[in-house]
């Protein structure tokens, strides 16, 4: 996995903001909280040179340069101290590993931003200030860097620091500054003030248009990203897909056939067997069987990778299914002193999906608890009806299974030992069950403790007649 890979992985397991945040957030926090430092830099010179300009070539009088140069000075301070935290965090597998402090000093940051803005507004000119528009270009810079949560809040804190200049103003608890030449305070046709209208709104519109199409150049490069990802992706199940049906095709007749000589041999049909004939014979006989069972399982995998499963799926009698499992398995239950039975309600409304799998499904499920439970253990098959989902539940009374090996439990080949003597699988069991479940929009899941046996279930949806009938229609039009 590539360090971009690592650090993105990362930044999913640790932006706090739910769906609000994107997945790559904390990955280009670093690089914008270094952009933006340096642009800080850029504002402060601007200040203090503004200042000067405004007073020796424009003519503005009135204007507190030694205050505005005060601002410059500490503002540039305190930039000092960002710029210097968050550029070892520029790349993103870097600020993967700082989310927090990248994600506090974004904070600080902007409200330092608003502050200087506020004080900057106050000395030009205060509730008739040309920079007032510039809280604008501040709430778009806390939306790029931070949550939309966060964005908001700190949006809301500028602007109480706006009333709470505007309001002192008006009240008189604060001193109202007005430079000639800022603000009206004269004639109305001062060019001064026409000069330095154009001259601002200038500038907030190049920065605005900057910060706008350096957004919208990004979300393009991801959107590019993500279709040759999407693509790669196509491309790799696929590949899959033919994978598993060459395999199915493949050994299905090598192993059948093997299959049959292994039969003929155990029956004698060429002879009388020898004791240890016979062993190596049923040893051989029990590995084939497990490599069948291999097979069966990437069949249904093979399967699961349709495409169109979704427009094969009808309205299913569950309740014959079990029925029809639980008969079936009972005598290889009994072989084990094991108690299988099914609990059913009186009246169990169809589910929508596809028969075949839905019973691969259950079998799954059943020879799982038949093989790991225990000698003498009870099997129940319950089916409960919960609003417009039905859950189908196959509980023991067995070792149960401890938590921490219940994590990965449902992954492709992953096998869990579960007490001495029970048989290997395949490990594709379980994936098989959370496959088929997922493709008939349903969820599989656990109930297990050590000592306490175990609840293996999936949730399926109740056929609806009506929404059927209505995707039929949609798919035919």
């Not at 007490?419 to 899941?445: D, F, P, Y």
């Not at 949730?459 to 209505?470: G, R, V």
Request: hydrophobic fraction near 45%.
């Amino acid at each position: 996995m590539s360090p971009e890979n690592r650090a993105l992985a990362a930044s999913s397991s640790t932006s706090g903001d739910g769906g609000d945040a994107l997945l790559s957030h904390s990955l280009l926090l670093g690089e914008h909280l270094f952009f933006f430092s340096r642009l800080r830099f850029l504002a402060a010179a601007g200040i203090l040179t503004g200042g000067l300009f405004a007073i020796n070539v424009v003519g503005i009088e009135g204007l507190n340069l030694g205050a505005l140069a005060g601002t410059a000075v500490f503002l540039a301070l305190c930039n000092l101290a960002v710029y210097f935290t968050v550029r070892p965090y520029r790349r993103p597998e870097r600020a993967a590993t700082a989310t927090c402090l990248l994600i506090w000093t974004a904070s600080a940051t902007i409200l330092l931003d608003y502050l200087v803005l506020t004080f900057t507004i106050w000395q030009v000119g205060g509730s008739q200030s040309p920079f007032l528009a510039f809280y604008v270009l501040h709430a778009i810079f806390a939306s790029v860097m931070l949550s939309r949560r966060a964005a908001f809040a700190h949006a809301s804190a500028g602007y109480l620091m706006l009333a709470a200049l505007v309001l002192g103003e008006w009240f008189g608890w604060l001193p109202r500054h007005r430079p000639l030449g800022a603000v009206f305070g004269g004639p109305e046709d001062d060019f001064r003030v026409v000069w330095t209208l154009l001259f601002l709104y200038g500038l907030l519109t190049a920065a605005t248009t900057y910060l706008a199409t350096g957004i919208a150049a990004r979300l393009r490069e991801s959107e590019r990203r993500l279709r040759e990802a999407v693509l790669s992706l196509e491309r790799l199940a696929d590949l899959r897909r033919a994978f598993l049906h060459v395999v199915v095709h493949d050994l299905r007749s090598p192993l059948g056939a093997v299959t049959t000589l292994l039969d003929n041999l155990s029956s004698e049909l060429g002879g009388p067997l020898a004791a240890q004939q016979r062993q190596w014979v049923e040893r051989a006989d029990h590995r084939l069987r497990g490599a069948l069972e291999l097979l069966r399982g990437l069949q249904v995998l093979a399967d699961l990778e349709t495409e169109s499963l979704a427009n094969l799926m009808v309205s299913v009698d569950l309740d014959a299914i079990v029925r029809e499992v639980v008969e079936e398995y009972a005598d290889l239950a009994q072989q084990r002193r094991q108690s299988l039975t099914a609990d059913l309600p009186e009246s169990l409304p169809p589910v929508r999906g596809i028969a075949r799998l839905l019973r691969e499904a259950l079998v799954n499920y059943v020879t799982n608890a038949i093989k790991y439970s225990g000698d003498g253990r009870t099997i129940v098959v319950r089916v409960r009806v919960q609003d417009d989902s039905v859950r189908v539940e196959v509980q023991d009374d067995g070792p149960g299974i401890s938590i921490d090996k219940q994590t990965h439990l449902f992954q492709e080949f992953v096998r869990v030992s579960r007490g001495k003597g029970a048989e290997a699988g395949t490990g594709l069991g379980l994936s098989i069950v959370r496959r088929i479940a997922e493709a008939h929009g349903g969820q599989v899941g656990l109930e297990s403790a050590p000592g306490q046996g175990s609840c293996f279930f999936l949730t399926l949806p109740i056929f609806n007649s009506e929404e059927e009938h209505a995707r039929t229609a949609g798919a035919t039009s």
